[in-house]
């Protein structure tokens, strides 16, 4: 098959990872694959070259990259008149490409690929290839921390392109629930496909120098002791990602444990703001920050945390924690959307509600106190994500939403 993919950026982000994997093991299947994306910019980083630079063969042998088109006007920012010049550019690349499926991501880029593919559709079943529209559901774009006004665009429009796709896919059945209840598309439209990720990097982390990460040595490159008790996050630095609530509900812990300390995994736009308020706090000596680090070292970075938290507001299902829990870390999380099918409460983690500082409060501290809990949950989480999150489950069960949405198409 042909098969075009869209998504809004290529930032390191776990809807991009999720799409440029799908992209390579579908590749190595045999089949002719593209991706469509808008500008790249940010402090976020780029999956760009690692898109670009693929250079595998096929089970047949034969040499494989992926077709790589960036649409200028494919922004995340809602722009009438950028957004119908996109729609008009993803028609003509569309047409051009004479795909096979077209699978959208994102919610920008959802909308405006599924109409843009839909009113294709005609075109395609008279040259004889009609085409399968597939759409992923990462996360919903409406939320409660959204003006409600906001939220009514985004539902009216997610109802708008549910009806120009044959199947909807979803990160987790938490995202199915919550369009469903919105009355956005069909019940027989949506599929879960859990997204895929490298687990053997996760389950065997190497060092830069490709021996087996060892903790210590990892921690000492970050200045942590091999006694500290090491309280980590993998993300971006942003609104609702939650670093603000694990400086209140962590920031006397801190100041009182002389062995306790944060590690921050990520860069983004909030940087500055939340390393001032940790330096107001008198928490700089507390807080080690690594920047923007490589997808490849971050299982190495997870070795190095006791504990893996992640207090964020909204998330489809955050890919964070079953790589935490292959790396064989234990999490603490808030129990939004996906999450809780992931972080089973006192099974492989701590589920809390949003917003409890002292649930997390007491969560951290518990972990603390219980190392043989904490090895215990991860040790069940590890085992529960070692299938169920492979790169190659994903691709494989995304074969059977294709030929689906391909029958769909034909009939």
């Given amino acids: 098959m042909r098969i075009l993919h869209i998504s809004t950026r290529l930032i390191l982000g776990g809807s991009q990872e999720n799409t440029v ?12 694959i593209h991706l469509a994306f808008g500008p790249i910019f940010g402090p976020e980083g780029s999956l760009f070259d690692r898109a670009s630079n693929l250079s595998c063969t096929d089970d047949h042998g034969q040499p494989r990259r992926i077709g790589m088109h960036e649409v200028s006007a494919l922004i995340r920012e809602i722009r009438p008149l950028t957004d119908l010049r996109c729609y008009y550019a993803l028609r003509k690349l569309i047409r051009d490409l004479e795909p096979d499926i077209v699978h959208t991501h994102s919610s920008k880029a959802g909308i405006l690929g599924r109409a843009a593919a839909w009113a294709e559709l005609p075109a395609s079943k008279r040259r004889g290839r009609p ?23 985004y539902i009216a429009s997610e109802k708008f392109a549910a009806k120009r796709c ?21 019940k027989e439209q949506y599929s879960t496909v859990y997204s895929g990720m490298e687990v053997e990097r996760y389950l065997h982390p190497l060092t830069p120098q490709g ?18 008790f090491v309280i980590g996050t993998v993300a971006r630095l942003a609104e609702l990602k939650g670093h603000d609530d694990l400086l209140d509900a962590l920031g006397d812990e801190l100041r009182k444990r002389d062995n306790w300390k944060l590690l921050w995994v990520g860069d983004g736009w ?17 807080v080690v920050t690594t920047g923007l680090v490589p997808s490849e070292r971050v299982p190495e970075m997870m070795k190095a945390m006791d504990v893996l938290v992640h207090p964020s507001y909204r998330e489809g299902l ?18 939004v959307d996906g999450t809780g099918e ?45 299938e169920r999150f492979s790169a190659e489950t994903m691709v494989a069960e995304l074969e059977k939403v294709y030929a689906q949405a391909l029958a769909m198409a034909r009939a």
């Fill in 166 to 186: 044959h199947r909807i896919v979803s990160v987790a059945d938490a995202m199915t629930t919550q369009f469903l209840d919105e009355h956005i598309g069909r």
């Fill in 131 to 153: 085409i399968g529209v597939v759409h992923t559901i990462h996360g919903p774009p409406f939320h409660k921390y959204l003006p409600a006004r906001t939220n009514k665009i």
């Fill in 270 to 286: 909030w940087r500055d703001r939340l390393l001032k308020r940790v330096a107001e706090m008198g928490l700089t000596s507390k």
């Fill in 342 to 386: 992931i972080c089973i409460n006192r099974v492989t983690g701590r589920l809390i509600p949003p917003k409890d500082t002292a649930a997390l409060r007491e969560a951290v501290a518990s972990m603390y106190d219980h190392p043989d809990d904490r090895a215990a949950m991860a040790s069940r989480g590890r085992e529960l994500c070692r």
């Fill in 21 to 32: 994997l799908s992209c390579e093991g579908q590749a190595r299947l045999g089949h002719d």
């Fill in 318 to 335: 955050p890919r964070t924690v079953p790589q935490a829990l292959l790396v064989g870390v234990p999490v603490v999380a808030y129990d």
């Fill in 211 to 228: 021996t087996t990460a060892i903790s210590d040595a990892v921690r000492e490159s970050l200045g942590l002791s091999p006694m500290d």
